[in-house]
């Protein structure tokens, strides 16, 4: 019997917490409800869930501190739940590594829509070769820190990437010489928000490739696999 999947709501309003563990359990889930940062580390302690639910506003480290923190320690899929609606606050949240982002008050169906969403994205990507709580990334003669989101290159130059490119990067990384399709890559990269951007996952392939020094009619470290996708064609060492 396949166990079903878990997932741990970090919230510190304890009415929230209830509706939504209840809400989840009875909507096949098995659900962890905890109010703060050092509750959700007891917690993770024990096992890692499927999905993480994370609110902004919380007591003490708020949430895009410990999704950050979360970020450099496992690809574990975040949804970030808030009061705030502020557009900003949305693109601050998926650039340290949310793959969701939802505004108080929701419906909890249109919640439900998106965790499973996120969690079928997850899972039409190949099996990561790597382990998740990787600090570095070596490829080429490259570094990617994954805590600080820095690249240096084989010169020893550091390289500045946007929060895409750094999504984008990892993802390559995390899964060494396999095609990904565009539609994997909008998928994980883009969101639900994927469809008016398809065409964009050439363009931002193309801009890493340029971050790499990969030029040329045929670069050589990120392939263009016709009719298919892109491949990082290179050995990927994880640095724990």
């Known amino acids: 019997m396949t166990m079903p999947d878990s997932i741990l709501i970090v919230d510190d309003d304890a009415e929230i917490r209830d509706l939504l563990k209840a809400y989840l359990e009875k909507n ?3 659900a962890t409800a905890v109010a703060d940062g050092r509750a959700m580390r007891s917690a993770l302690k024990a096992a890692y869930p499927d999905i993480i639910i994370l609110d902004l506003m919380l007591p003490g480290e ?7 923190d979360l970020r450099a320690h496992a690809n574990t899929p975040i949804l970030m739940l808030t009061a705030r609606g502020d557009e900003t606050d949305r693109i601050v949240g998926l650039e340290m590594g949310a793959d969701d982002y939802v505004a108080k008050p929701f419906h909890p169906r ?12 997850a899972r039409a990507l190949p099996e990561n070769l790597q382990p998740d709580r990787a600090r570095a990334f070596r490829f080429a003669g490259w570094v990617l820190d994954v805590a600080t989101r820095t690249l240096r290159a084989p010169d020893g130059i550091l390289v500045d990437l946007s929060g895409t490119e750094f999504r984008l990067l990892r993802t390559f990384l995390d899964h060494p010489n396999r095609t990904l399709t565009r539609d994997q890559l909008i998928e994980l990269m883009l969101d639900r928000d994927a469809g008016p951007f398809d065409r ?3 363009v931002q392939v193309s801009r890493l490739r340029h971050r790499l020094r990969d030029r040329g009619k045929e670069p050589a470290l990120i392939k263009t696999v016709r009719g298919q996708g892109y491949a990082l064609a290179a050995a990927v060492e994880a640095l724990v």
């Open 110 to 121: 249109e919640l439900l829509a998106r965790i499973k969403s996120i969690l079928r994205r």
């Open 200 to 202: 964009a996952i050439d």
């Open 62 to 68: 708020d949430g895009l501190a410990l999704c950050r």
């Open 28 to 30: 096949g889930f098995r």
